[in-house]
C-alpha cells in the first residue's frame, strides 16, 4: 500500500474501523495531503528492506525451531483428534515464526501476541 492510502484509512472510521485498538491518533492530520509538510504530518517513514528478515541465514538459523513447534503443535492435534487449522496452527505457527525471527522468548509470547 501506498503512504496516501494509509493515510486515507485511518481517517475513514465510518468505513475501516474495527471497533477494536485505540482509534486515530490526535496528531494524525485530518485534512490536507498525507505527505505534506506541516508540523501535524507524521513523517514519511522510508520504505523498510523487507529482504533483511528472510534473508538465507535467518531462515536458516530459526528453521529448526520453526519445525519443532509445528511438530508439538500437530503432536498436541493428535492427542485431541481434532483441529482448527486457523486459530490452532496457521496463526501460532505464524506467531512463532515472527517471534524466533524477532528473538521474542517463549515466556514474552502471550503479551507480544496481546
Excluded at 4 to 16: K, N
Excluded at 46 to 59: E, M, Q
Amino acid at each position: 500500500m501506498r503512504y496516501s492510502d494509509c493515510a486515507e484509512i485511518l481517517q475513514d472510521a465510518a468505513r475501516f474501523a474495527s471497533g477494536q485498538g485505540p482509534g486515530r491518533s490526535a496528531s494524525w492530520p485530518s485534512t490536507g495531503s498525507a505527505c505534506s509538510s506541516t508540523p501535524t504530518s507524521p513523517p514519511h517513514p522510508p520504505a523498510p528492506d523487507r529482504r533483511k528478515g528472510f534473508s538465507p541465514r535467518i531462515v536458516e538459523l530459526v528453521t529448526p525451531k520453526i519445525q519443532a513447534l509445528v511438530d508439538e503443535l500437530i503432536d498436541g492435534f493428535a492427542g485431541r483428534g481434532e483441529v482448527d487449522a486457523a486459530p490452532d496452527y496457521a496463526n501460532a505457527v505464524a506467531m512463532g515464526g515472527i517471534c524466533e525471527m524477532l528473538g521474542i522468548p517463549s515466556s514474552d509470547r502471550p503479551l507480544f501476541r496481546r
